[in-house]
Each structure stands twice: as structure tokens, then as C-alpha cells.
């Protein structure tokens, strides 16, 4: 049946270009020049490629001018010098002439000189530890479609689901959609890929059957990618609670209304991801993964049909590192078999009472010190979530919880995934708040408590002003958060997806973004997390933070600390490794026996871990978690006051003798 919204001219049914539009076009492997860095859109065959910017132009012919040369000094073809570090150093000088702003550190003896160019990149012994990872359970392939975010356009792109859009721009999936305004990056593009140093446009997510081995989101590809391809240290394998994912053998993802029907449509369970954990650690003979808990805060999730007290049960059988939490996930129950709803950080009611079960637990701290952490995805979620849209809350991601369970967990490390960055994928919005551009939302500018003025990046600029205790009520018109009136030290940033989606297609926007988070919050609370394995392998991001420097001009107009050598290794490494514990050298971290992960028996076919990622993500028979003593409401409360150190009223009533 023909779809009515296909463009005009392309073939109906197998949504190939017509033959009119292919007049137009040329093959791009036929391009006689072949760029690290893409300068122009190409199609898969099925929309019609935009045409080529002014900027990407300019890029281009840069590029090859510093290519002609430098291949001939060299003595070396030019398809030679473009495919190794001179040609990627090459490019970064083009982008940096571009743009008119040094966005990243490079020199341009790098073009002649591994040597240097080694210089310039991430140390040998950088200490890195990636505070947001993810794998996918062997029974399934999804998602693909965050790859193909990475990727641009092509067959993963197509294969994760996303139509091609039937008018300009022709972008990345969230480009006008979701919420999102409809544009082009700074590099003139639609949709550029975010990591074309590393993968090209059509680089296979696990093609063919799944498998725990060769799967590009699985288990062997993840100790492939994070420890033997990249500078990883260690790594925390996180989970996601969100229910957005077609349960294993199909079905529709959804609200839950317990436990067990929830874990069905996880990419990763608590259980299986310590289970990952203890694999990892075992084979490589040293700690390179730490493993996240889930959060199902409410009182239906303590009484579980199957699971008892959840986070009791994940405490006893999995043995957390620190939690992980989702607002805007479908994760809280507030009476046995209620749907699961979003939620906000700062409910008595809802969450509170979870987090005096942790709190509880101390003494896991001994074994895991990271215990306390507790991990918050927020950001991400353009849709509605604008200023005045009906989403613009905190169940959504909004800050405005920040300052209430901040204060009244003061024991608690809250660690916000993303940055608290509102738009989702496609950061056009903030550029044009930044710049106030047409299209721009009011305020483009917030006010901190000194009178400060910075450009108003939705949810972070507010988010970094309550962790420094600046933030002011009203500063954002549409925010019920109060105001911040000291400084929350246990508020820290990570920057999962954020960097990865802007550093290179919107360097401006990650120029403010990580100048405020160090004005406000410092080097010493900001973390760094790759989000991989969604965007490929994490080493493209850690060369990029390496190598990424705010301009000078951006930095004398407002105001923004430097980045330096010092703040990238803390962000790096250094943070991560004082939240939970570990010594920040790399030499306490060995492969071991992970580079033979390809053989494992246990990860073939029937082994142990094949086994357990193929599984239900819990152990059988399922031995409940039995509820604390005397765990009715009265008491929980009680537990909540002891546990934030309210303390109790001494206050009597009644009559007593006052005559001696």
C-alpha cells in the first residue's frame, strides 16, 4: 500500500530515491575525496541528501589544501596522509579555522609527526573511568537506534526504525521532531555523525541473530570496545528501568504494575548486570567494572509478589556499587499492583522511604564505597519539556527537586546523568538560546545570586546555579524549584550523551556548557561517562575531552574557568575513582585474560554468562527479600527521620508543678 507522507517522486513501496532524484545525485564512494571528518551529507538511497553547506565547503577545500601539502613534504599519497593521525589533525585545524574558534587542541606539526600528535592526545597513563556504560542482554539486538544517532545516515539508521524524513532538512531523527527545532549543526549539516574518526555511517549493530560474543551491544564486543580498544580503567555497567524496549519475544513495552512484568522490557537487569560485573572482574584479575542497582522506589516495590523489598532483594543478590534511577521511567509504585508511574526526587512518600532502605545498609559501604551514589538520569527529554510545556517537571527530568533531597540526604551522592541537559539528541535549541537567535526561549540569559549573567542552557544552567547555592526562585519563570542558598557539595554532573552530541556538532554549546559546570560546580564535581556502547566505542570521546578547550574569546566574554590538563583528569578519572574508592593508577588495572573473551566457553553458546544473559535477569527460584522489622508506614517514617538526622521533638504535654 503506497504511504501517502513518502515524498514526491520516490518509489512508493521500496522507498529507494526515483530516478529523477538519482539524476541528481552521484555516488559517494566515486567522491574523490575521502575526509576523517564527513563535509556532506550522504544518503543510503532513500532521501534525498542535503546539499553542501558553505561551511562544509570551506572545511573541505581546507582540508585538502593542509592535505596536498603535507602529503607532499611527506612523500606520500593523499588518500596516505588522510587516513592516518596527520589527516585527522588536519581536519581539527580546518574545523578550528572554520568555525573561527580553537575548539580543539591541535598543532599543525601533528600532520608530520605521530609523535606530536600523540603528544596532544590522551596520556598513556590517563587514568579514565567511565561513569556510564552500557550492554544489551543477549536476547536481544535493540537499540539500535542510538547508534545510528552516532552514525548519521545510512542502513543503521534505517534498520534501528527511522524513516526518512519526507521534507528538508532530511536530519537526524530528533532534528524538528520530539520537540526539537528544525535546523542544521555548526557544521552546516542536518545530521552530522558524531564519531567519524571511529565508525563510519554504516557500520553493522549487530547483524544477523544476536550473539553474547559478536554482538555489537553485547558482552564480548563491550570488553572488546571498553577495555582492549580504549583507555579505559574501569567502568560502571549502568541499567535502565525506563520500560521502552520490546519485551524478549516480543510485546509491548509499557507501564508495569510489578517487578517481575518490568524486567521483561529492560535492555540489562540489577541482577545480570552484577552478574557482567563479577564475570569482568574474575577474568581480567583486577577491578575494571562496577555494577549499578536499579531504583523502584514506592511502597508497591517493597511488598513485591515476587521480589519482596526489591532493593532489599538486589542488596542481597547483587551487591550494588552504587543505584541508578530513572524520573521519567515508569518505575514507581505507590500501592501493591498500581501501575508504575514517573516520579520526582524529593517525594516523601514515593522515594524516601527507598532511600532509607539504602541509607540502612551501611555497612555495604565497607565492600562497595560507592554505595551512597546515587545516579539520577535527567535531561534527555525535549518533548513538552520546553518553558510553560506541560512535561517541564521534575517526573520529566527538570532540577527542580534538586535542592529539597540534596539537602535532606546530605549521606547521599547525587550524581545527575546527562548533565541535566533538556534537549533531547539534537542540541540546535541550545545554540540558538546561546546565541539568541530567531527562535530562541525566554530567558535566554539566567541571574545567579551574585548578579552573574550566563546563557540560560535549559536545565543546566539552573541545575549547576543549585549546586553552587546561587540559584534564585523565579530566575526561570516556569520553575517551582526554591531557591539554593548554599552550596549542595554532594551534587555532581555527568556528561553521558551530552558531550558525545554536541562536542563535535555543536562545539559552541559544549563550550558554555562545560564553562559553566566548572564555574559553578568545579572540576571536582563533574564526571565523565561515554553512554557507550550506544555511540560505538568510548575512545573518540575520551580523545575529544582530551583535546576539547574552551576558546579564549567565549572565555574573556564570560567569564569561564579554563580547562585544563588537571580539570580533564579529574573529570576523567579522578572524581570517579575518590566516589568509589579506587586508586586513580592505571597500573592497579590489567586485562588479564579478557583479550581471549572471543573463546570463553562461558560466553559461547549454553555457557554460564550466555546463559544468564538469555535468561529472565534473576536467579531461580527467587527467594524474596523479607521487609525490614516492624516495616508498616508509622515505622518507615520513623526510619526517614533517623536516617536524614532530623532528630526527635523532646517537646511535653500537659501539666507539671512549677512550686518547688
Request: glycine letters at 10%; charged letters at 15%; hydrophobic letters at 35%.
Amino acid at each position: 500500500m503506497s504511504n501517502p507522507e513518502r515524498f514526491p517522486g520516490s518509489r512508493e513501496e521500496d522507498a529507494w530515491l526515483s530516478d529523477e532524484q538519482l539524476e541528481r545525485c552521484g555516488p559517494a564512494e566515486e567522491e574523490p575525496f575521502q575526509g576523517p571528518v564527513p563535509t556532506r551529507m550522504i544518503s543510503n538511497g532513500e532521501y534525498m541528501p542535503h546539499p553542501q553547506t558553505q561551511k562544509q565547503k570551506h572545511v573541505e577545500a581546507r582540508v585538502k589544501e593542509l592535505a596536498e601539502k603535507a602529503a607532499k613534504k611527506l612523500g606520500i599519497s593523499r588518500r596516505q596522509f588522510l587516513a592516518g593521525s596527520g589527516g585527522l589533525a588536519a581536519s581539527f585545524l580546518a574545523m578550528n579555522e572554520v568555525f573561527g574558534n580553537s575548539f580543539f587542541k591541535v598543532d599543525a606539526v601533528e600532520m608530520f609527526e605521530p609523535a606530536a600528535a600523540a603528544e596532544n592526545g590522551p596520556p598513556k597513563n590517563l587514568f579514565v573511568f567511565d561513569d556510564q556504560t552500557h550492554i544489551v542482554r543477549s536476547s536481544t539486538n535493540t537499540p539500535q537506534g542510538l547508534r545510528a544517532l552516532a552514525q548519521g545516515p545510512g542502513s543503521v539508521s534505517t534498520a534501528a526504525g527511522f524513516s526518512p524524513a519526507t521534507t528538508p532538512p532530511f536530519g537526524n531523527p530528533n532534528n524538528g521532531r520530539g520537540g526539537n527545532p528544525a535546523g542544521l549543526d555548526e557544521l552546516g549539516s542536518p545530521w552530522t555523525p558524531w564519531n567519524p574518526a571511529q565508525l563510519g555511517p554504516d557500520f553493522p549493530p549487530n547483524p544477523g541473530p544476536p550473539t553474547t560474543v559478536q554482538g555489537e551491544f553485547h558482552l564480548g564486543q563491550y570488553i572488546n570496545r571498553m577495555y582492549l580498544e580504549a583507555q579505559t580503567s574501569v567502568s560502571i555497567i549502568s541499567n535502565a528501568n525506563i520500560a521502552l524496549f520490546t519485551p524478549p519475544g516480543g510485546g509491548v513495552p509499557g507501564a508495569a504494575n510489578n517487578i517481575h512484568d518490568s524486567l521483561l522490557s529492560e535492555i540489562l537487569t540489577g541482577w545480570q548486570t552484577g552478574q557482567c560485573r563479577d564475570y569482568i572482574n574474575a577474568v581480567a584479575g583486577s577491578t575494571r567494572a562496577l555494577a549499578h542497582g536499579q531504583i523502584y522506589p514506592g511502597y508497591g516495590n517493597t511488598v513485591d509478589p515476587l521480589f519482596g523489598d526489591y532493593t532489599q532483594w538486589q542488596i542481597e543478590n547483587m551487591q550494588p556499587d552504587s543505584w541508578k534511577g530513572y524520573n521519567v521511567a515508569f518505575a514507581a509504585s505507590s500501592a501493591p499492583g498500581a501501575a508504575f508511574t514517573r516520579w520526582r526526587l524529593d517525594d516523601e512518600v514515593i522515594a524516601y522511604p527507598t532511600y532509607a532502605i539504602i541509607a540502612r545498609n551501611k555497612d555495604q559501604l565497607k565492600n562497595h564505597p560507592g554505595f551512597f551514589n546515587i545516579c539520577i538520569h535527567k535531561g534527555l527529554s525535549a518533548n513538552g519539556t520546553q518553558p510553560g510545556g506541560p512535561n517541564n517537571l521534575p517526573n520529566f527530568g527538570n532540577p527542580d527537586d534538586m535542592v529539597k533531597v540534596a539537602t535532606d540526604w546530605p549521606q547521599f551522592n547525587w550524581i545527575i546523568y546527562h548533565a541535566c541537559f533538556r534537549p533531547g539528541f539534537w542540541d540546535l535549541q541550545a545554540l540558538l538560546d546561546i546565541e539568541n537567535m530567531q527562535g530562541s526561549m525566554l530567558p535566554t540569559t539566567l541571574v545567579d545570586s551574585d548578579g552573574r549573567i550566563f546563557p540560560n542552557i535549559r536545565w543546566s544552567t539552573q541545575f549547576a546555579q543549585i549546586a553552587a547555592g546561587k540559584y534564585v526562585a523565579g530566575a526561570e519563570p516556569t520553575s517551582l524549584s526554591p531557591s539554593s542558598t548554599r552550596r549542595l557539595p554532594n551534587i555532581y554532573a555527568e556528561l553521558g550523551t551530552t558531550m558525545a552530541s554536541m562536542i563535535v556538532t555543536f562545539p559552541t554549546v559544549w563550550a558554555h556548557l562545560i564553562g559553566q559546570l566548572l564555574y559553578y560546580m568545579g572540576q571536582n564535581n563533574i564526571v565523565f561517562g561515554s553512554d557507550s556502547l550506544w555511540y560505538g566505542g568510548p575512545q573518540w570521546q575520551i580523545e575529544a575531552l582530551w583535546r576539547s578547550q574552551i576558546p579564549e574569546n567565549i572565555r574573556a566574554k564570560w567569564g569561564y574557568p579554563q580547562l585544563t590538563e588537571g580539570a580533564k583528569r579529574q573529570i576523567l578519572g579522578g572524581n570517579s575513582a575518590r566516589l568509589y574508592g579506587l586508586p586513580p593508577a592505571t597500573p592497579q588495572y590489567g586485562d588479564g585474560g579478557l583479550p581471549g573473551f572471543a573463546s570463553d566457553p562461558s560466553l559461547q553458546a549454553g555457557g554460564y554468562m550466555d546463559t544468564v544473559l538469555r535468561g529472565p535477569g534473576y536467579p531461580q527460584p527467587v527467594i524474596p527479600a523479607a521487609l525490614g522489622p516492624n516495616n508498616d508506614r508509622f515505622a518507615r517514617m520513623k526510619q526517614w527521620v533517623d536516617d536524614i538526622r532530623a532528630g526527635r521533638s523532646n517537646e511535653r504535654h500537659g501539666w507539671m508543678r512549677t512550686d518547688a
